[in-house]
């Protein structure tokens, strides 16, 4: 397709158990973000890409989270040992580079820890 | 401390009153988007403002970047029950080229009542 894929749409896991989030970018977009969003609330930024780097890797919460990139393209987010407040939903969003670019969403993984 | 405040967080009002939504920072931004996000979608991007007191307008939204770049609003011209959504502010910080990544406002939601 022409927009960003997420999957899964929707995940349910137990808690402790590890997850792996995707995102399939649009083509040829250097930049791309993963965000989390708890119900009714803003967006709270993960980490970004450019191209395969993550330059700055502090927003992730905890050490739980991890993510890469690989060939300039899809990546991951992986999450560690679930807990019950890394509910949330995982957006993803890629854009070319710089400042005024418009960003493209995927439609997210919503992700339930039971 | 939040680098965008954005306000009113929650509104409701009929159809066909006029409204207008703030972001605010403390910070000077080269430019600042606005987004609208439906329930269970990402974020789609309305407009980018780029030069300070700047007005753009969208049908009947209306966007202006304040006159020092540190504020924005956006101006909804008798709202309709579609106009509901999330509206969040997001920036780049000045560094440019995305550095730091897309930073997002928490979101006024808006409900439009029939």
């Known amino acids: 397709g022409a927009g960003v894929s997420q999957s899964p749409s929707n995940k349910v896991t137990e808690k402790g158990k590890d997850v792996e989030l995707r995102c399939d970018p649009i083509?040829?977009?250097?930049?791309l973000y993963w965000y989390r969003q708890s119900l009714g609330q803003g967006l709270e930024f993960l980490i970004y890409?450019?191209?395969?780097?993550?330059?700055?890797k502090s927003g992730l919460p905890s050490d739980r989270f991890s993510a890469e990139r690989t060939g300039g393209s899809v990546s991951t987010l992986t999450i560690q040992r679930t807990q019950q407040e890394d509910s949330a939903v995982y957006l993803c969003?890629?854009?070319?580079?710089?400042?005024?670019?418009?960003?493209?969403f995927g439609q997210g993984t919503r992700l339930t820890v039971v | 401390t939040q680098l965008l405040e954005q306000s009113p967080q929650f509104l409701s009002i009929q159809e066909g009153e006029n409204l207008t939504v703030y972001c605010n920072s403390s910070?000077?931004?080269?430019?600042l988007q606005w987004y609208r996000q439906e329930p269970g979608e990402g974020p789609v991007l309305l407009v980018t403002?780029?030069?300070?007191?700047e007005v753009k307008k969208l049908k009947r939204l209306t966007f202006q970047f304040g006159d020092a770049r540190k504020d924005s609003s956006l101006h909804i011209t008798a709202a309709q029950p579609g106009d509901t959504g999330l509206y969040l502010c997001?920036?780049?910080?000045?560094?440019?080229?995305?550095?730091?990544?897309?930073?997002f406002g928490k979101g006024t939601h808006l409900i439009i009542q029939p």
């Open positions: 969003a890629s854009s070319l580079w710089g400042e005024d670019t418009e960003a493209f």
């Open positions: 083509s040829g977009h250097t930049a």
């Open positions: 890409f450019q191209g395969n780097s993550a330059p700055d």
């Open positions: 910070s000077v931004f080269s430019s």
């Open positions: 403002v780029v030069t300070g007191g």
């Open positions: 997001a920036v780049n910080y000045p560094s440019g080229g995305g550095a730091d990544g897309l930073t």
